[in-house]
C-alpha cells in the first residue's frame, strides 16, 4: 500500500527552506545548486570551502534520511545509463536556464521574482509531461 502522509514531505521542505535560508543569512548568498557545485568544480579565490560545506551536508542529511527511512529516499536500483543522461539533461538544463530548482524554485520563488517563477512553471510542466511520457513507456514499471 502506499503511504500518502503529507508528513515527510513537510519535514523535508522545511529542511531546505532552513538550509536556504541559513545560507543566505550567514554567506549572502542564494541556495543554488547547480551554481554551488559549479564554484567547486571551476573554484574562485577563496569561496570552495563554504560550497564543499553546504554541499557536504546536504548529502550527509540525505544519507542520514536513508538509514533512516531507507524507503523514504529511494527503494529500487537506477539504471545507470538512464541516470547518466538524465543528469547530462539536467545539466544541461541548469546552464540553458541560468539556475535550478533550487535556486529558481526554492529562494526565487520565494523572492517573487519572475524569472524564477517562469523557469518553475517549465520545470513543473517539463516534469510532469516526462512522466507522462516515460509511464506511456513503461520506463520505470
Not at 2 to 24: R, T, V
Not at 79 to 88: E, K, P, S, T
Request: charged share 10%; hydrophobic share 55%.
Amino acid at each position: 500500500m502506499l503511504d500518502l502522509s503529507p508528513l515527510p514531505a513537510l519535514f523535508g521542505g522545511a529542511l531546505i527552506g532552513l538550509g536556504a535560508l541559513l545560507l543566505l543569512w550567514v554567506n549572502g548568498r542564494i541556495a543554488g545548486v547547480s551554481n554551488l557545485l559549479g564554484g567547486i568544480v571551476f573554484p574562485v579565490r577563496g569561496d570552495r570551502a563554504w560550497r564543499a560545506l553546504f554541499l557536504g551536508a546536504l548529502v550527509a542529511v540525505g544519507a542520514l534520511a536513508s538509514w533512516l527511512s531507507p524507503g523514504s529516499v529511494g527503494a529500487s536500483r537506477p539504471n545507470l545509463i538512464l541516470l547518466g543522461a538524465a543528469g547530462l539533461l539536467v545539466g544541461f538544463g541548469t546552464r540553458l536556464g541560468n539556475g535550478c530548482t533550487s535556486g529558481h524554485g526554492v529562494c526565487g520563488v520565494a523572492r517573487l521574482s519572475r524569472r524564477s517563477l517562469t523557469a518553475t512553471a517549465v520545470f513543473v510542466a517539463t516534469g510532469i509531461v516526462t512522466a507522462t511520457i516515460a509511464r506511456w513507456l513503461g520506463v520505470g514499471a
